[in-house]
């Protein structure tokens, strides 16, 4: 079975300062890696995706994580934050043999961005 | 083209009584999973349907739960006789190769 580690449950960061989200998983088998975020009366979006190849992904708002095999670790880092970047975010893994392909998540970090 | 449609989106029961959820999934994704959030907690999978048919539905938490997918279009969650504990956030989400495409949820509070 799959497991994921959110360490930080809640985050508190200043405008455009940097933050990272650390996200640790547990799988002794291969994994496809994800970060969802759900904005404030929203449901879940995906921000960005490790499937294969380069093990840095950057997402389209400046978002970046990067997969480390030997520490088990998908951290989601942006250099500087927005006020608009309020929300929850979620690590998920899922396997990649069969066809199941269900969702393992988080806890789920809360990241507040304060003016 | 249209997202994952749940509804609805808010819900408010007494316990005891009878609540069904919807989800319409993204058109020809054969893959429908759904999930299920409590009290803060971490998004627990319930079911995957393949198509009309239960794949996996060893996250269901008990038998006062069902599910259905009526020709492998939008899917159903039940929940007779509810209980406090199943209040919380249930998401559905289809799926075709590794794109999962999420619904906003429905908010179920059982009072």
């Known amino acids: 079975a799959q497991s994921v580690t959110q360490l930080d449950s809640q985050v508190p960061v200043f405008e455009e300062a940097p933050v990272e989200l650390r996200c640790n998983y547990s799988s002794s088998v291969s994994v496809y890696l994800f970060w969802y975020v759900q904005y404030p009366n929203q449901g879940l979006q995906l921000l960005l995706k490790?499937?294969?190849?380069?093990?840095l992904v950057e997402s389209i708002n400046g978002f970046e994580a990067e997969f480390n095999k030997s520490q088990t670790s998908f951290h989601l880092r942006k250099p500087s934050v927005h006020i608009s970047d309020t929300a929850e975010y979620f690590c998920?893994?899922?396997?990649?043999?069969?066809?199941?392909?269900?969702?393992?998540f988080g806890s789920g970090t809360q990241l507040t961005v304060l003016p | 083209e249209a997202g994952v449609t749940q509804f609805p989106s808010h819900s408010v029961i007494e316990k005891g009584q009878t609540v069904t959820l919807r989800c319409d999934p993204i058109s020809g994704h054969d893959n429908l999973y759904w999930y299920r959030r409590v009290m803060g907690k971490e998004i627990k999978f319930l079911l995957h349907f393949v198509k009309e048919s239960k794949q996996d539905e060893s996250g269901m938490p008990n038998n006062r739960f069902l599910a259905e997918r009526t020709g492998g279009t939008y899917s159903t969650l039940k929940v007779q006789p509810a209980e406090l504990e199943d209040s919380g956030v249930y998401f559905c989400?289809?799926?075709?190769?590794?794109?999962?495409?999420f619904g906003s949820g429905t908010r179920l509070t059982v009072v």
């Open positions: 998920a893994v899922t396997i990649i043999s069969g066809s199941a392909r269900q969702l393992t």
């Open positions: 989400a289809s799926r075709q190769g590794t794109g999962y495409t």
């Open positions: 490790y499937l294969s190849g380069s093990t």
